[in-house]
C-alpha cells in the first residue's frame, strides 16, 4: 500500500500545494527522460507476495500485527486487512538461475511466515480470495490502524457519496452493499515487477496489455466470495468495486473507475499514462514532497517524486506503470497486479516465468503489437479470462479467435520459452516453470477449477460453512507440500473437522434458501408450499424483503378445525399469520437462539437484520447442531 507517511488533505490549500507538486513532478520526469537520467539497458524482476492469516477454524485471523512482530523481518509488511501480510522479494536481475533464487527466496519467507504465524496461534494461506471470509470480516475493526488506510477510506467513501453496492453474476450471484473500504483486503496477489528501459517502456507496456489476458486465464485462483461461487478470478471484478470512489452522478456519466484495464494503447512515453490518471482521478492523499524536483533533475539528481508515486498508488491499473529511485538511480518498471497468489510457491513462479518469457518473447517477434490486434480485442480477452478462466475464449492476431487453452499451449508458451532463452535463463528453470504452465493447462486444473470441483465434490454434505472450511483445510495441506495445483486431490468433506467453530453464530447454519409468501396470497399457497417444501413455517414478507408475519403449520391445522378452509372460502396469509414473530439477528450466537426458543416456546426463529428477512432456523435444525457437538464430545471422550 505504499507509503505511510500521507494524511486526507486537510483544506484546499493543502490540495492545491500537493497538485502543483504533482505537476512539477511529471515535468521533472520528462525532463530526466529528455537527459537520459532513467536507467537503461538492464532487465530485473521482482514480486511482492501477499498472503491471507488464518485461525484453527481456517478462517480470517487477525494476527497480522502480532505476526510481523514476531517475524521482524524487514522484507515483511502489513496490508490493509488484519488478516493480511505481505513479504516483497529480493530484485533479480533477468538472466541464469534468477527464477530459481526467486523460488528459493519464496520459499524462504513463506516457511518463515508459516512458523511466525504458527506462534501466534495462525497458519498461513495462499490464495486470491480466501473462501471462509464474511462480511462480518470486513468492518474498519479488521483494517491495520495506520493513518494512511483511515485517510484513505474516508476520502473514498467521501468522494462516492454512499455506501458500495455491486451485484457480481457467476454460478452464484452475489449482490454487497458495503459502507468502507475493506472489501479491498478481500484480495491477495503475487505481483510481479519487470524493470524496463524508458524508450522501449511503451511498447513493452502495449505487450503486458496484450498477454494480460492469456496469463490470467492460466493463473485464476479466486472463484468464491462470501460464500458464493462467483467469476474465475473474482478478484478482478471486486477490486474494481472495492476502491471505486465514484458518485452515482460520474457512474452515469461514465467517469472511469479508478481500478481499471485501460481503453487505449499507449503511444511514445510512460508519462502518457502517469498525466492521464492526474487527469482523470482526483488528488485523494497527501504527503511531504520535494522542495524543486526540477532544480534536482537540472543537478543530475534524481529525485524520488514523492506527489507521483503516491497519487499513482491510489489509481490501480491491472498493469501499473511505477517509478522508482534505487542508490541513487532512477528505473521504470512494470507492475502486474493480475497474478493471484497461490495456489503454491512453484505455481506463483511458473507465472512469473509465463508472464516475463512472454513480454521478451513477443518483445524479439514483434515491432509494434498495436498492428497486430485490435485493443478492444484484448481488454476483451482480459474480461473473459476473468470470468472464465482457462475456458475462456481468446481473441488474437490477424482476427483470429480460439480457446484460451489452445492459444497457450500452441502459440504462447513456446513463445515465452524462446523470451526465456534470449535472456539465457537456465533452460532447467525454463523447462521446469513452463512445464508447470503447460500441465495445468493441459489439465485444466487452475485454483479455481480445482476449488469450484472440490465444492461440488462435496455438495450435499454439511453446511455451507463446513464445506467452506473443508475446502481450505485441503487447500492449506496441499499448499504445504509443494505440489502444484495440477496434480492436487480434490477437497473432501473433512469428517475430523471440529465443527463447534461452525455453530458459533446463527448466521453460520441459518437457511437461506428461504420460500415466502405475501400477505395478501390465500392460504392454499402457503399450504402447498409446507407439504411441497417439507417444511413447517413459511416466512411472510413485504414487497421489499421485510418481515411482517410467519404462517406455522399449527395456524393451518387451526383453520381446518373451524372449517373455513375449500369451497368458496378465499382466506389470506394475512388472517391466519403471526404478526411480530418472535425473530433473531444474524450475530447472535447460536446458544442465545436456543435460549430464546425455549424462553417463547417457538419451534422456529425468522433471522432478521434491520428488519430485513435474512435467514430461517428451526428446532429441526438445532437438533442437527446438538447431534453433531454431541457426538463429537461423547466420541473425544472415550
Known amino acids: ?242 476502491v471505486d470512489a465514484r458518485s452515482s452522478t460520474h457512474q452515469k456519466r461514465g467517469l472511469k473507475p479508478r481500478v481499471h484495464f485501460g481503453d487505449h494503447w499507449v503511444d511514445e512515453s510512460v508519462t502518457e499514462i502517469f498525466k492521464e490518471d492526474i487527469a482523470r482521478f482526483r488528488v485523494i492523499l497527501t504527503t511531504e514532497t520535494e522542495d524543486n524536483p526540477l532544480a534536482m533533475v537540472a543537478q543530475g539528481i534524481a529525485p524520488k517524486l514523492k506527489a507521483l508515486c503516491l497519487h499513482n498508488g491510489t489509481v490501480y491499473r491491472w498493469n501499473r506503470a511505477c517509478y522508482g529511485v534505487h542508490n541513487g538511480v532512477a528505473h521504470l518498471r512494470i507492475e502486474n497486479r493480475v497474478i493471484p497468489s497461490g495456489p503454491t510457491i512453484i505455481d506463483e513462479i511458473a507465472n512469473t ?65 524462446e523470451g526465456l532463452q534470449s535472456y539465457a535463463v537456465d533452460e532447467k528453470d525454463i523447462q521446469r516453470y513452463l512445464g508447470v504452465i503447460r500441465d495445468r493447462v493441459t489439465t485444466r486444473r487452475t485454483g479455481s477449477r480445482w476449488a469450484l470441483e472440490s465444492l461440488q465434490n462435496m455438495h450435499g454434505r454439511g453446511t455451507e460453512d463446513q464445506r467452506l472450511r473443508c475446502l481450505v483445510s485441503s487447500m492449506v495441506e496441499q499448499q504445504t507440500s509443494g505440489q502444484p495445483i495440477s496434480e492436487w486431490s480434490l477437497a473432501d468433506f473433512c469428517e475430523q473437522q471440529d465443527w463447534r467453530d461452525s455453530y458459533l453464530k446463527v448466521s453460520q447454519f441459518m437457511a437461506t434458501d428461504l420460500f415466502t409468501v405475501r400477505p395478501n396470497d390465500i392460504v392454499d399457497f402457503a399450504a402447498t408450499l409446507m407439504d411441497w417444501r417439507h417444511v413447517r413455517h413459511v416466512p411472510v414478507e413485504g414487497d421489499d424483503g421485510e418481515l411482517v408475519g410467519l404462517v406455522s403449520h399449527r395456524a393451518l391445522l387451526r383453520l381446518v378445525a373451524t372449517g373455513r378452509v375449500g369451497g368458496e372460502h378465499k382466506v389470506t396469509v394475512d388472517e391466519i399469520m403471526k404478526r411480530n414473530p418472535v425473530t433473531v439477528n444474524s450475530d447472535a450466537t447460536t446458544v442465545e437462539a436456543i435460549r430464546l426458543m425455549r424462553e417463547a416456546k417457538v419451534a422456529c426463529l425468522p433471522v432478521v437484520d434491520d428488519g430485513k428477512l435474512l435467514g430461517l432456523i428451526t428446532e429441526h435444525d438445532l437438533i442437527i447442531v446438538s447431534s453433531h457437538l454431541l457426538e463429537r464430545y461423547l466420541d473425544e471422550g472415550q
Open 1 to 242: 500500500m505504499g507509503e505511510q507517511n500521507i494524511e486526507e488533505y486537510a483544506d484546499e490549500s493543502t490540495r492545491q500545494a500537493f497538485m502543483k507538486s504533482l505537476l512539477d513532478e511529471v515535468r521533472a520526469l520528462e525532463a530526466m527522460l529528455d537527459k537520459g537520467m532513467v536507467e537503461s539497458g538492464v532487465s530485473r524482476i521482482g514480486a511482492e507476495q501477499e498472503m491471507f492469516l488464518i485461525d484453527k477454524a481456517h478462517k480470517p485471523a487477525l494476527t497480522a500485527l502480532d505476526v510481523l512482530k514476531t517475524l521482524d523481518d524487514e522484507r515483511f509488511t502489513h496490508e490493509l486487512g488484519l488478516f493480511n501480510i505481505e513479504a516483497n522479494l529480493s530484485v533479480q536481475e533477468l538472466h541464469s538461475d534468477c527464477l530459481s533464487r526467486m523460488e528459493a527466496e519464496a520459499q524462504e519467507v513463506y516457511a518463515k511466515a508459516r512458523k511466525a504465524a504458527a506462534d501466534n496461534a495462525s497458519e498461513i494461506a495462499l490464495i486470491g480470495i480466501l473462501p471462509t471470509l464474511t462480511k462480518k470480516n470486513l468492518g474498519l475493526d479488521s483494517m491495520v490502524p495506520t493513518p494512511r488506510y483511515y485517510a484513505l477510506n474516508d476520502a473514498i467513501m467521501a468522494l462516492r457519496g454512499d455506501d458500495l453496492q455491486f451485484t457480481i453474476n457467476g454460478i452464484d450471484q452475489l449482490v454487497v452493499s458495503h459502507d468502507n473500504l475493506m472489501l479491498e483486503a478481500c484480495n491477495t496477489s503475487f505481483q510481479v515487477h519487470f524493470q524496463v528501459s524508458p524508450d522501449d517502456f511503451a511498447r513493452l507496456y502495449n505487450i503486458a496489455q496484450t498477454i494480460t489476458g492469456p496469463l490470467l486465464a492460466a493463473a485464476v485462483n479466486s472463484p468464491i466470495l462470501l460464500g458464493k461461487r462467483l467469476w474465475h478470478e473474482t478478484r478482478i471484478s471486486v477490486f474494481e468495486y472495492s
Open 353 to 417: 516465468a509465463f508472464f516475463v518469457g512472454m513480454m521478451a518473447g513477443m518483445a524479439a517477434r514483434v515491432d509494434d503489437v498495436r498492428e497486430l490486434i485490435p485493443f478492444d480485442d484484448i481488454k476483451a480477452n482480459f474480461m473473459a479470462a476473468a470470468r472464465d478462466g482457462i475456458r475462456a475464449q481468446m481473441n488474437w492476431f490477424g482476427d483470429t479467435h480460439m480457446p484460451a487453452q489452445e492459444l497457450i499451449l500452441e502459440h504462447l508458451l513456446p513463445l515465452a520459452e
